[in-house]
């Protein structure tokens, strides 16, 4: 008889072998103002990324200071360390983000995830939604904003919210849903799902550069997240599969496309996403080898442009 097969989050595992994400803890209002947050981020995860890359599209640089965390995390969780890309937390001296966390709510128990809005005057977090806090970069920020691009715009917000919703469940979540399963049924479930949008997705880039409007707004940033990741880590590390994204022509030009979009290059860190996955997820990969491959030409014309 086999041994029970340990989930990689035991907390967030159902009967059945599905992965279940805890909801995210704080989720206050963030009131826009300059120098008063401080974002705490990892490189290699995508939620975290996310609200990066709307930081840095709306160029509130200045506003808003960020750091990033070792992409390694191991059972004392995410810790600020000096390295390349990562380096100590510059506001609080802490030397893991659960000290955050702590210092918020002494009895928090759940995971300690990122991205972390921290609160410099009111000294707690404000938020832990990757949801709320890169919407309010988008739009609360807008006063603040260097780049007047609108990620949110009025008249598709409908169609971007329900997008949202479907990319997130399917693809975003659903790798993980696969990559976390702990029985055959879950993981087949979740992995057949993220195919099937994926490939409702290259159909709907067959005739228009981005999914939405004329250019990239807040959804083609949520899925591309997890198109950049989808080659090195999602295929391979959580078994999902079926295809690659340079499998799809319309997916592997669009995801070249936003990834030559000014300042997103800097936002993708492959040696933090690859070392955090496969160092990290134990019961996933014991060995903790990290691959050495993809390769992936990131920077070849992509002839998107033909579509605008």
Known sequence: MSAPVK???????????????????????????AGRYHLYISWACPWASRTAIARKLKGLEDAIGMSAVDPVRDDR??????????????????????????????????????????DKQAKRIVNNSDDDIMRAFETGFEPLAKNHID???????????????????????GVYRAG???SQ??????????????????????KRRYLIAEHPVETDWRLFVTL???DAVYYGHFKCNLRRIV????????????????GIAETVNFDHIKRHYYMTHEEINPTRIVPIGPLLDLGAPHGRERLA
């Open 77 to 118: 969780g995410w810790a600020f360390r000096d390295g390349p890309g990562y380096s100590r937390d510059p506001v609080n001296g802490f030397e893991f983000l659960s000290e955050a966390y702590t210092a918020t709510d002494p009895d928090y128990r759940g995971r300690v995830t990122v991205p972390v809005l921290w």
């Open 180 to 182: 976390f399963a702990t």
């Open 151 to 173: 990620l949110y715009p009025a008249p598709h917000r409908a169609e971007i919210d329900a997008l949202n919703e479907l990319i997130y469940e399917t693809v975003n979540n």
């Open 228 to 230: 950049i990741r989808f």
């Open 7 to 33: 989930p990689q989050f035991p907390d967030e595992q159902s009967g059945d072998g599905a992965f279940q994400r805890q909801g995210d803890a704080f989720r206050e209002p963030i009131l826009p103002e």
């Open 185 to 206: 049924r879950a993981y087949e479930k979740a992995a057949y799902r993220v195919f099937e949008t994926l490939d409702e997705l290259e159909t709907r880039l067959e």
């Open 247 to 262: 499998d799809y022509p319309n997916l592997w030009g669009y995801l070249r496309d936003l990834y030559q979009q000014d």
